[in-house]
């Protein structure tokens, strides 16, 4: 069973920093994909960055602009998100996901797609103000 634990959300004023780390089992940590997701109240879940454990090829949502940088340390069984240039839009519920690789159209990865995933962590608040 993949158990997936966050830490590291929190409060901070916009242009702040902060770092999500997400503690993982072994298997989920050096198998298939694992990724950052979040939720925002009144909204849809959205992709915020994967990464394929195979090679580390790492995706991002549009709205990053390169703000935010997705990583993985296998021997702390741990993935991390450090976040830049926080905005109030970046205020949600930032979710650890783990799940297998799958295919689109013949291309084999990691997707921004939450379905892709089967297992998640409880969640760490991030909260952004103006």
């Known amino acids: 069973q993949v158990r997936l634990v966050e830490s590291g959300g929190g409060s901070v004023q916009a242009g702040g920093s902060l770092r999500l780390s997400c503690t993982a089992s072994?298997?989920?940590?050096?198998?298939?994909?694992m990724g950052w997701f979040r939720q925002a109240p009144n909204s849809e879940r959205e992709g915020v960055a994967v990464?394929?454990?195979?090679?580390?090829?790492?995706t991002y949502g549009d709205f990053v602009k390169a703000r935010f940088a997705i990583s993985k340390e296998n021997a702390k069984n741990a993935l991390y998100l450090q976040m830049t240039r926080l905005s109030p839009e970046d205020t949600a519920m930032y979710y650890c996901?783990?799940?297998?690789?799958?295919?689109?159209?013949?291309?084999?990865?990691?997707?921004?797609?939450?379905?892709?995933?089967?297992?998640w962590g409880q969640g760490t608040q991030v909260t952004v103000s103006s």
């Open positions: 996901a783990a799940g297998p690789r799958t295919y689109i159209r013949s291309e084999g990865g990691c997707f921004l797609l939450d379905h892709q995933y089967t297992a």
């Open positions: 990464i394929d454990n195979f090679g580390g090829r790492t």
């Open positions: 072994v298997y989920a940590i050096r198998n298939g994909c």
